[in-house]
């Protein structure tokens, strides 16, 4: 029984030591790009009532979510997405003065998702929304928040990859699929199934031009050039705009000297239906899932009563600092951490030492020293790269950890 109660559930864990102080030290470093950006913070509750995450708002399915019941019978919901929190708050509280808004949060989203892959089931996300924007130069923005982002977190092997939902929502119109046909397509698009995409065309009555479009789609991904290719195969107006509205990103991102880390992938699909726009994900190697997600929302706030066209993105926490791990990036933490120690007797003296060094700015660990302690390794362990040790008689030495790891006493 005992044992039973130190295990978690399937798909939630601990975090501690240095991986906890890891994950805090990237939010810290991510949330200051953020903030550089002009973002300001927000905060929404952990759970919000049901109808903040329906289907027709878009999100998650509603087989997914982690549903409960309050006193009064109303239908709660754990989060399993942070933007529709962000649209229904904004929506409340943001006059048309305020916009644009630029907004940044950190938090975690819970999705009941099968367990058989080992997927988590609760995640942190640290993103940022722009509200009330409807222009290129805003989709530009975030997608350089995106990347300097990923470059802050110490990747410099990354693409983030664009698509524009509108280019195949155009596409699906002009087909006239019905729903499942569309679901169908979908599906083969996204496991980018070209054989597959074509055998379902051949009984349906596509035209020529729009079948080859769709059978192109699975591998229309790569550098701006495949905007032009993609181009030259149609003449559906959304599937132009779209295009067009994709080279005046690569533009944007351009001036921000920025356009080394996109490409295009006009087969990129979401299952979010709340996206109108672009859309884009973060990759690196040593993950096959992204972890950057994002894109253009312009119906969602008008779901709580205001409209606004927004972007945003989220960095997928858990999953970049894996990746980070795998890739053996190594975040230098800005803490200046310390052990002081004293013999029995030496309390008071230990005592005003740490609270001086901690003025200087110091992290300071206090150690009372019991008999057959091996400080140096406790140090050590601790990452702790210097040692006040205050001796009985009356000394005070000091140690410092060298380069390769030893210690060395400093005069
Ligand atoms: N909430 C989206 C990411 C996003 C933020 N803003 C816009 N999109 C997700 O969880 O995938």
Not at 195 to 215: D, K, M
Not at 245 to 259: D, K, P, W
Request: charged share 25%.
């Amino acid at each position: 029984m005992k044992h039973k109660l130190l295990h978690t559930p399937e798909g939630v864990r601990d975090i501690y030591n240095d991986e906890c102080e890891r994950k805090l030290n990237l939010q810290d470093r991510l949330r200051k790009v953020l903030k550089s950006y002009g973002c300001r913070d927000i905060e929404t509750p952990t759970f919000e009532f049901f109808d903040v995450f329906s289907k027709e708002v878009g999100t998650v399915s509603s087989k997914e979510l982690y549903k409960f019941f309050d006193r009064e019978g109303n239908t709660l919901v754990l989060r399993p997405d942070i933007t529709p929190s962000i649209a229904r708050a904004a929506a409340k509280y943001f006059e048309e003065d305020d916009m644009p808004a630029r907004l940044c949060y950190t938090g975690n989203t819970f999705i009941n998702n099968s367990s058989y892959q080992g997927r988590l089931k609760e995640t942190t996300q640290l993103g940022a929304e722009l509200i009330g924007d409807n222009s290129p130069q805003a989709d530009g923005e975030i997608i350089a928040m995106v990347i300097d982002s990923l470059l802050c977190a110490g990747l410099t092997e990354f693409q983030v990859s664009v698509g524009h939902v509108d280019f195949y929502k155009s596409l699906f119109l002009e087909a006239g699929f019905n729903e499942e046909q569309e679901e169908t397509l979908r599906e083969l698009i996204s496991n980018k199934n070209n054989f597959g995409v074509e055998e379902f065309l051949e009984n349906l009555p596509v035209s020529r031009e729009l079948s080859a479009l769709f059978a192109k789609l699975p591998s229309l991904f790569g550098s701006a050039v495949i905007l032009d290719e993609a181009e030259a195969m149609t003449s559906n107006e959304g599937a132009i705009k779209a295009i067009t509205r994709l080279r005046e990103i690569y533009r944007i991102v351009s001036a921000y000297g920025l356009e080394r880390y996109i490409s295009f992938d006009l087969g990129m699909l979401n299952k979010y239906m709340y996206y109108t726009g672009v859309i884009f994900r973060g990759y690196t190697f040593g993950t096959g899932d992204a972890v950057i997600k994002g894109g253009r929302y312009d119906r969602l706030l008008g779901h709580f009563g205001k409209e606004a066209p927004s972007i945003g993105f989220v960095v997928m926490v858990d999953q970049l600092l894996n990746t980070l791990s795998r890739q053996k990036i190594n975040l230098p933490s800005e803490e200046n951490k310390v052990l002081v120690c004293c013999e029995p007797g030496l309390e008071m003296d230990s005592v005003a030492l740490s609270k001086k060094l901690r003025q200087e700015g110091m992290s300071v660990t206090l150690l009372s020293l019991a008999e057959g302690r091996d400080i140096f390794s406790f140090a050590a362990r601790n990452h702790l790269t210097r040692i006040w040790h205050l001796c009985k008689d009356g000394r005070t030495v000091c140690s410092r950890m060298t380069e390769v790891g030893t210690w060395e006493e400093e005069k």
